[in-house]
């Protein structure tokens, strides 16, 4: 996104995964112009049943712990460039105040001072309003410098209240949550449209920015609309996949680097995970934590719950590995010598060069492994690539160019983070 010119944004419960922090302090350095907006994750602790709001995963203080630290590590790279989320509950006010006391209290407010990073308070919705929820909010912070935040999507703020709050209590800073620059409309939400006039439009002095929303505007197959996100996955798709076949791509297994021609003389390093091994040890792995308890029926319905679960597991690897084996014309006894160590069957007399149909079987394995990248059970190289690739072609100036019957057509996509 960096790269492409674009400012981005994350939820700090989905960035505490592999390389993501990392991710984020390499773009720092290497865009130094670049902002970064960290979302607390507060909007997956609730959910929309029978048309109101419940708690199903509660954010302990542990957990808002560690989201906090991940955004202050980040924010020494990013410094005022950066802007969070201080903890907050969606349409509960109390339990908000309550973490914007925890907040200033644990000693957290101060630690994220110290980063130079921008703090924003969510106004959220409830008996108080905007107004009134915005000075309990500076008297349990004991400060009121933050900016401001108003929830568009989860317990959303009708528009006129955002225009009552701004013109009875100015503001220097203005985040929307849940909304952005494409947004249609409708069901009681505004139109991005209708944002611009009634509150950029009304309101220029404000600093204004919102959610970009921009990869889930850019996603889908069942729209008449050009999905640029989805196509240009689809596109580097077929380059990386042609390029995994001619040692373009190398791939890392433990301490070791391959690439396509290794693979195939070491066929097990992916045709384990086409059949389904990972699933597979896990189901094993299972079975030997779990101690067989036979003097309950409670413990007995567990075990055969887990034993027809690794029953499932075994059926299904030796499906997919039988639909190898009949691809490169193996007879029933040699199929069983392949599956069970499918290195050393094929450096038995050299099959690679020898036979042809088991050479093209393994190619097709291999093809059918690297399509898979963006699934369960694809190299982690293919689908890193492809995460970075597409997300350039299709965001870059410009957007995605499209050859269409010799016609070239453009789309230009929304900066997100305006």
Same mark, same amino acid.
């Given at each position: ?13 989905? /960035? ?15 865009? +130094? ?5 960290? @979302? ?32 202050? &590590? ?13 903890? $907050? ?39 108080? $309003? ?11 912070? !004991?400060? @009121? ?38 947004? &249609?409309? !409708? ?25 970009? /929303? ?8 069942? $729209? +008449? ?28 297994? !433990? ?27 896990? /189901? ?16 007995? &319905? ?10 499932? /597991?075994?059926? @299904? ?24 160590? +499918? ?11 020898? $036979? ?14 690297? &399509? ?47």
């Amino acid at each position: 996104m960096a790269r492409a010119g674009n400012d981005y944004g994350v939820a700090a419960h989905e /960035c505490l995964t592999r390389g993501c922090e990392a991710a984020l302090v390499r773009a720092a350095k290497e865009h +130094p112009d670049r902002r970064l907006f960290i @979302d607390n994750g507060a909007f997956s602790e609730v959910k929309a049943k029978g048309g109101k709001l419940e708690v199903v995963r509660p954010i302990t203080e542990e957990e808002w712990s560690r989201r906090l630290a991940l955004m202050e &590590r980040v924010g020494r790279a990013y410094g005022n460039r950066l802007l969070i989320m201080a903890p $907050d509950r969606i349409a509960d006010q109390q339990e908000t105040l309550r973490r914007l006391r925890w907040f200033k209290e644990s000693g957290w407010l101060g630690r994220m001072f110290r980063t130079g990073a921008e703090i924003a308070v969510v106004l959220q919705g409830g008996e108080l $309003d905007p107004v009134a929820f915005d000075r309990a909010a500076a008297k349990a912070l !004991g400060w @009121d410098g933050y900016a401001v935040a108003f929830p568009m999507m989860k317990g959303a703020t009708p528009l006129p209240l955002v225009v009552d709050f701004l013109r009875r209590r100015p503001a220097k800073r203005v985040h929307l949550l849940g909304i952005g620059p494409k947004a &249609r409309g !409708g069901k009681g939400k505004p139109s991005a449209a209708e944002i611009r006039r009634q509150l950029f439009q009304a309101f220029p002095a404000i600093r204004w920015s919102w959610d970009s /929303c921009l990869i889930c505007a850019s996603v889908g197959r069942d $729209d +008449p609309r050009i999905r640029v996100y989805t196509t240009a996955q689809d596109l580097e798709r077929q380059a990386l996949h042609a390029e995994a076949l001619t040692g373009g791509v190398r791939f890392q297994r !433990g301490a070791f680097v391959y690439d396509f021609t290794d693979m195939q003389s070491r066929p097990s390093l992916y045709l384990l995970d086409l059949w389904g091994a990972p699933a597979l040890n896990k /189901c094993v792995a299972e079975l030997q934590a779990k101690p067989r308890r036979a003097d309950t029926a409670a413990g007995r &319905r567990a075990w055969r719950r887990l034993k027809a679960r690794w029953d499932r /597991c075994r059926a @299904d690897f030796r499906e997919k590995a039988m639909a190898t084996a009949t691809d490169a014309g193996l007879s029933a006894e040699a199929a069983e010598a392949f599956i069970a160590d +499918p290195d050393a069957f094929a450096a038995k007399g050299n099959r690679l060069v020898h $036979d042809r149909r088991f050479a093209v079987a393994l190619e097709r394995a291999f093809d059918q492994w690297t &399509r898979t990248s963006a699934r369960k059970g694809g190299p982690p190289e293919i689908a890193d690539l492809l995460a970075e690739r597409a997300t350039y072609r299709a965001f870059r100036p410009g957007g995605l160019e499209l050859e269409d019957d010799g016609a070239r057509a453009g789309q230009q996509v929304l900066r997100g983070f305006e």
